[in-house]
């Protein structure tokens, strides 16, 4: 079974960083492709940002594009979110998920589309 366990979240001021960690047992994730999300109080998740299996396609929402990287080390099974300029709107529950199949840019962002998750971890952005 696959298991995906975040970590790396945190109370931040605004215009700061985080890097989000995400590890992975139970399968090499070479075989996923691996995304974020995240989720505020009283709202829908969200699509934050994905990568290909090789790393070498990433896709980024709107609101996080060219502030947030995702990354990969295949080597040490793990993904990463690094988030720079960081806003209070980006005040979430972060999760890491896995899709084992290609997509659609449009399919990319669907969440029902990712077959594993971990349990989140929290990011605060205070003003």
């Known amino acids: 079974q696959v298991q995906l366990v975040e970590s790396g979240g945190g109370l931040v001021q605004a215009g700061g960083s985080l890097r989000l960690s995400c590890a992975v047992s139970g399968r090499t994730i070479s075989n996923y492709a691996m995304g974020w999300f995240r989720q505020a109080p009283g709202k829908e998740r969200e699509f934050v940002a994905r990568?290909?299996?090789?790393?070498?396609?990433?896709y980024y929402a709107d609101s996080v594009r060219g502030r947030f990287t995702i990354s990969r080390d295949n080597n040490k099974n793990t993904v990463y979110l690094q988030m720079n300029s960081l806003k209070p709107e980006d005040t979430a529950a972060y999760y890491c998920?896995?899709?084992?199949?290609?997509?659609?840019?449009?399919?990319?962002?669907?969440?029902?589309?990712?077959?594993?998750w971990g349990q989140g971890t929290q990011v605060a952005v205070s003003s």
């Open positions: 998920a896995a899709d084992f199949m290609t997509r659609s840019s449009t399919a990319i962002v669907a969440s029902a589309n990712y077959a594993y």
């Open positions: 990568i290909s299996l090789t790393g070498a396609s990433t």
